[in-house]
């Protein structure tokens, strides 16, 4: 029987590609760096969690609703961001669409693997307690969900999970989380994604945490971080570099081998922030030992540290720290922070030893519990009850929702624009309205394809390969 036209076309289709893709990151040294150019990446990025923990259920997520995603990611676009953290997800939701509209925009994603829905969480005062194979079904559960997305940056196995009200031992099983975490990774995926910790600022322990997390130990070889996450509000109002104690750190984490980055920053104690920090963040002394760093918070929560407000009409306001942390990014030098070769150490991995840790209330103690029973066979065979996530196509588009200034002046033509294959997102690479009446140039959505994931482009030749395979059957 021969085929149909419609036949043929939908299996050379099959072999296109239609939705463009931003490039895998990886880790260099003490450097994230674009896996086909060898750039470094620097985070410029926001805490992403609408609705803050109160909204954490297993119904929706912040990846879960598309027009959500779309308003947020082209206003993203237009602050300048390339990546986001979210904090909880669920992972037998679908997030298709909305990762791939992040990805379309060119921005990474920074995900934490815990929830606080149990058992989806180690309690820092009885890990031992929830450290249990349905623990995994969590951790696993969203490796699988997002191995596939190349926006897919890091995962975070826990978050402050260390501080002050923590148990000796919390530390040993957080190593053992990475480590079952890095051995799923390298048994099922097919990229090496990144697996660190974000601690708290807490100084008289802060070092000890960082070798802690950092030195590598023969006898769990896949226990240590791959990176290190630092939530840090020590920067306040008309602050410095040195009044802030951002020299302190530096110097803290200068000789460190794997890349650090302010996983959470922004203090909101003087109002409204000005956001000077970025400048010393991305200037020439701390991107010698910082990666860059995620502002606290993308929507406005009951703890006032909002970029924008979600308002019960269905519209939203830019505050005016949205304003003023755009106008921090815009200033930047992003070719000098993303300058190839730039990996700033040649600093060789430490190995672990009670000699590391000063502060005598930190765990000396680097053996690490046993997996629990069941643990290691779903390492092995994989957590098959959750599908992995793909790409959709995606076309650049005005968004529904109506966007107001701080100013109550609204805020006409945000549009998500699709960046070219390979394209992350940085400041003034949008073209979307920023103030009131201000529309985007109907240009922008591209119509030879160039920057359009969804155009579909089949090459001559590929059509026609197909079309003598299937005649020659």
């Known amino acids: 029987m021969v085929p149909t036209y419609g036949r043929l076309l939908a299996a050379a289709c099959a072999l296109a590609t239609t939705a463009n893709a931003v490039v895998p990151i990886e880790v260099d040294g003490k450097d994230f760096v674009n896996s086909e150019n060898g ?3 620097q985070v410029l990025g926001v805490d992403y969690q609408p609705g803050g923990t109160s909204a954490v259920n297993n119904q929706t997520d912040p990846l879960s609703e598309r027009d959500d995603c779309l308003r947020d990611a082209a206003l993203m676009q237009q602050l300048g961001v390339n990546t986001i953290r979210i904090y909880n997800l669920s992972p037998t939701l679908n997030h298709d669409e ?3 509209i992040f990805n379309a925009a060119g921005i990474y994603m920074i995900l934490d693997v815990n929830s606080p829905l149990y058992p989806g969480y180690i309690d820092r005062t009885a890990p031992w307690e929830t450290y249990t194979r349905d623990y995994y079904t969590q951790v696993f559960g969203i490796i699988e969900a997002f191995k596939d997305y190349p926006n897919t940056l890091a995962f975070f196995a826990g978050n402050e999970v260390i501080n002050e009200d923590s148990v000796e031992q919390v530390p040993q099983y957080m190593r053992a989380v990475q480590r079952d975490m890095k051995e799923y ?3 099922h995926l097919d990229r090496p994604i990144p697996v660190g910790y974000s601690a708290a600022d807490i100084r008289p322990i802060l070092e000890d945490t960082l070798n802690y997390f950092m030195c590598e130990d023969e006898d769990y070889p896949t226990s240590h971080s791959d990176f290190f996450g630092l939530n840090s509000y020590s920067w306040c109002g008309d602050a410095t570099y040195e009044t802030s104690g951002y020299d302190d750190l530096t110097d803290m984490v200068s ?3 794997i890349p650090v980055f302010f996983s959470e920053y922004g203090c909101n104690e003087v109002q409204p922030r000005q956001f000077t920090e970025v400048q010393a963040i991305y ?3 701390m991107t010698q030992s910082f990666s860059g ?3 606290y918070e993308y929507t406005q929560e009951e703890n006032d540290y909002g970029l924008v407000k979600l308002n019960d009409n269905g519209t939203i306001t830019l505050l005016v720290d949205f304003e003023n942390l755009q106008n921090q990014y815009a200033e930047l030098d992003m070719d000098r922070i993303s300058a190839s070769n730039a990996t700033q150490t040649s600093a060789r991995p430490v190995t672990c030893s009670p000699d590391l840790i000063q502060n005598s209330t930190f765990s000396t103690n680097f ?3 046993a997996k629990p029973p069941g643990v290691q066979r779903l390492i092995d065979d994989g957590y098959d009850e959750v599908n992995a996530g793909q790409l959709v ?7 529904p929702q109506t966007v107001y200034n701080h100013r109550g002046e609204e805020v006409t033509g945000v549009r998500l624009n699709v960046l070219a294959s390979g394209q992350s997102n940085e400041p003034g690479n949008s073209t979307s309205g920023s103030g009131s009446g201000s529309s985007s140039d109907s240009d922008s959505d591209s119509d030879d394809g160039g920057n359009a994931a969804g155009i579909l482009s089949v090459p001559f030749g590929l059509l026609t390969a197909t079309l003598l395979a299937f005649f020659m059957l």
């Open 367 to 369: 053996t690490l519990p």
């Open 98 to 100: 909305c990762v791939s």
């Open 293 to 295: 760093g995620l502002v």
């Open 393 to 399: 196509d995606v076309e650049s588009e005005d968004i």
């Open 283 to 285: 200037g020439t002394e």
């Open 255 to 257: 000789d460190s081998t």
């Open 39 to 41: 750039d470094r990446f």
């Open 185 to 187: 990774i390298a048994n």
